[in-house]
C-alpha cells in the first residue's frame, strides 16, 4: 500500500508587491496553521519516508514547520519545479517515478493544480484544497508507477477552518 498527502502551502503573505509570486512568504495565519497541521497530522501516525516539495518560498516556509514536528533528516526534502509550474499531470508522473521504497509521501504545492490532482486519485470530489488544507489518499498498489491508471481512497481531509474559528 502507498499513501500520498497532499498538503497546500500555509496562508502566504501579500503586502510586499516587489515580491515575485514565487518569493511570497507566509503570513501570521499561515505561521500558525503550518504547525498546528503539522502536529495535527503527526498524531494521526502518518510519517512521511519523503517530501516533494515546490520552490516557492511559502511551500518551503510550510514544509519547514513539519520538518521540525517529525524531526525529519533534510535528505528527505525533494524541492522539484514542476509541482510549481507544471500542473497536476506533470506532478502525478513526478510521483509515479518515486521509488518504491517510500510508502509515504508528503507533496507541498499550490492550487488549482493540488486541488485537480486530488480530484483526478479520487472517486469523491473536492472543491478546493484550502491553505494548509491536508488530503491524505491510500492507494492499493505497491508501485508508484500505477498512479498513472488507478485512483486512491481518501483516507482524510483536514484543514484549519475546521478548528480555527474565523476572525
Not at 496553521?33 to 502536529?39: E, H, K, L, R
Not at 491508471?149 to 478548528?163: A, D, M, S, V
Amino acid at each position: 500500500m502507498k499513501t500520498l498527502v497532499l498538503i497546500r502551502h500555509s496562508k502566504s503573505d501579500w503586502s510586499d508587491p516587489n515580491l515575485t509570486d514565487i518569493e511570497r512568504p507566509l503570513n501570521k495565519r499561515g505561521k500558525r496553521d503550518a504547525p498546528f497541521m503539522a502536529s495535527l497530522i503527526k498524531e494521526k501516525g502518518l510519517v512521511p519516508d519523503l517530501i516533494l516539495t515546490s520552490p516557492a518560498e511559502r511551500a518551503l516556509q510550510t514544509v519547514k514547520y513539519f520538518v521540525e514536528e517529525f524531526k525529519l533528516d533534510k535528505s528527505k526534502i525533494v524541492i522539484r519545479e514542476e509541482i510549481y509550474s507544471l500542473g497536476s499531470l506533470a506532478i502525478r508522473k513526478l510521483i509515479s517515478q518515486m521509488d518504491d521504497s517510500h510508502n509515504v509521501i508528503f507533496l507541498f504545492g499550490h492550487n488549482p493544480d493540488l486541488s485537480t490532482l486530488a480530484n483526478q486519485l479520487l472517486d469523491v470530489f473536492i472543491e478546493n484544497i484550502p491553505t494548509t488544507g491536508i488530503v491524505c489518499i491510500d492507494f492499493d498498489f505497491e508501485s508508484w508507477k500505477e498512479i498513472l491508471n488507478n485512483k486512491g481512497k481518501l483516507r482524510f481531509f483536514e484543514y484549519p477552518k475546521k478548528y480555527f474559528k474565523k476572525k
